[in-house]
């Protein structure tokens, strides 16, 4: 089993490496600069709408969809919000340094553009499945926006995200803070034990998912709807209270990271090239902008409106990259483990937590990781039964949670290099057909975008003009 896992190990690095080169960099920043300036930054000079949209202002129960606006993006969020801000951000620094921070704030800025564009067409272009019901994300947006021909692209698309949805990470890591933190070091035990204890954790992690996943988009959206925003809470107040502990540092760590971010001093040979790489990866993984899979969550939404959608979900990248992940690393750098500490991923983290918040820290830091991974892993098998469905039919998507669990085990047993370089590779293939059908179809959601807050405009002068009658 060792050495078959190592095998897997080398294909997965390799084919990761190959895909994240120049043309995939220029695609995904490329594209989010693209909509940034194409959109003449309207999205962004409305992002208080946005939040009003949130608050269910805006409702509409009569609209298609399943969710509401909150559920869509709470299960986005219980997607994005969880290991990649926790372990990815730990392996962004251990790989590229404090500088791939910098990278990664980059990609967040460009990628809420990418997200309005992505989201939006997910409303847009909704589809149906093969059983008559509405759904959206790329495959749907591709095929109903570039038509039947463009198919090949869509397909492409959802075979990526078969793989690319698998929660590998997600158990990998929650199996790892479990064992590091908690269990006594099996090696201790035996030579074997180390296998068999993550694979014992593995069953277990399967057990908790399955109860959930064979729900369906509603129950992933009422139990996310419930536990990511505490989470998030929890999480956030535990990292400001290291931060607030150090906070004459942070002048000199925020220095550190941007200065970092040009001369790749905290990496070998001083690579910038790495750095960039390292944080547009790692903020890919984190908030999925331009990757796609939110656009199914997202395309869910009960909604007549797409630029409604738009704008609820590029609120993803600044909670999920500029806040959250922005908190973690900070902890991580502040506490110095980063330079006095070998580990990685998530016991990095750990490690940080320890140090920050003595006796609990670490406790708090599991509890967080129990739930975030445990999240994310049900909504990702939403994402993925929606990939299947496409490509066999809607009536045998329930057989994708089968292969979705099995995955489970596997990553709670695989190394963390492996699994992480199999899901950055799927990122990638999935990133290629939703950025190309998204930049094609651009001139219909930034017409969308004027016309919509045309209409919102023209709305609010009627109200004023009909209250100052009243007044008359």
Request: include cysteine.
């Amino acid at each position: 089993m060792t050495s078959f896992l190592e095998w897997f190990e080398f294909i997965a690095v390799t084919f990761a490496d190959a895909a994240w080169g120049t043309p995939l960099l220029a695609l995904l920043l490329g594209g989010g600069i693209f909509f940034l300036i194409y959109s003449r930054f309207l999205p962004y000079r409305h992002f208080g709408h946005g939040l009003e949209i949130l608050t269910g202002k805006y409702e509409d129960p009569t609209a298609p969809g399943d969710i509401n606006h909150f559920q869509a993006l709470s299960s986005a969020l219980a997607a994005t919000v969880g290991m990649g801000n926790i372990g990815g951000v730990a392996i962004a620094i251990v790989m590229g340094g404090p500088g791939a921070l910098f990278w990664m704030w980059i990609s967040a800025i460009v990628g809420m553009a990418t997200k309005f564009f992505t989201c939006s067409l997910a409303i847009m272009y909704r589809g149906k499945d093969s059983s008559g019901k509405i759904q959206g994300g790329p495959m749907y947006f591709i095929t109903e926006g570039l038509g039947k021909r463009w198919r090949p692209l869509a397909v492409f698309f959802a075979l990526a995200g078969l793989i690319g949805c698998a929660p590998m990470f997600q158990s990998n890591q929650l199996t790892q803070i479990i064992r590091d933190e908690i269990m006594i070091p099996l090696e201790l035990v035996s030579s074997h034990a180390h296998f068999w204890g993550d694979f014992i954790l593995g069953l277990i992690i399967v057990g908790i998912v399955s109860m959930v996943i064979f729900g369906g988009i509603k129950r992933i959206g009422q139990v996310a709807a419930s536990l990511v925003p505490l989470m998030v809470f929890i999480y956030v107040v535990s990292v400001l209270y290291i931060i607030f502990s150090h906070i004459t540092e942070v002048p000199y760590y925020i220095g550190l990271i941007v200065s970092d971010a040009f001369t790749g001093n905290a990496v070998a040979g001083g690579a910038v090239g790495v750095v960039i790489i390292t944080g547009i990866r790692r903020a890919a993984f984190s908030n999925e902008a331009g990757i796609g899979l939110e656009a199914m969550a997202h395309g869910a939404a009960r909604t007549r409106e797409p630029v409604r959608e738009g704008l609820v979900a590029m609120l993803e990248p600044m909670i999920d990259t500029i806040i959250v992940c922005s908190m973690t690393a900070l902890a991580i750098l502040m506490t110095g483990v980063w330079t006095t500490s070998d580990a990685d991923g998530v016991t990095l983290t750990a490690q940080a937590f320890s140090e920050g918040i003595p006796y609990v820290g670490v406790y708090i830091l599991i509890f967080c990781v129990i739930i975030f991974s445990i999240t994310t892993m049900f909504t990702y098998s939403y994402y993925g039964t929606k990939c299947l469905g496409f490509l066999i039919g809607a009536d045998k998507q329930h057989y994708y949670n089968y292969f979705y669990v099995f995955t489970i085990l596997f990553g709670a047993v695989a190394s963390i290099s492996a699994v992480i370089s199999v899901i950055d590779g799927m990122f990638a293939m999935m990133a290629i057909p939703t950025m190309t059908a998204s930049l094609l179809l651009s001139p219909r959601v930034y017409r969308a975008t004027k016309d919509y807050f045309r209409r919102m405009e023209e709305d609010r002068r009627s109200m004023d003009y009909d209250a100052d009658a009243d007044d008359d």
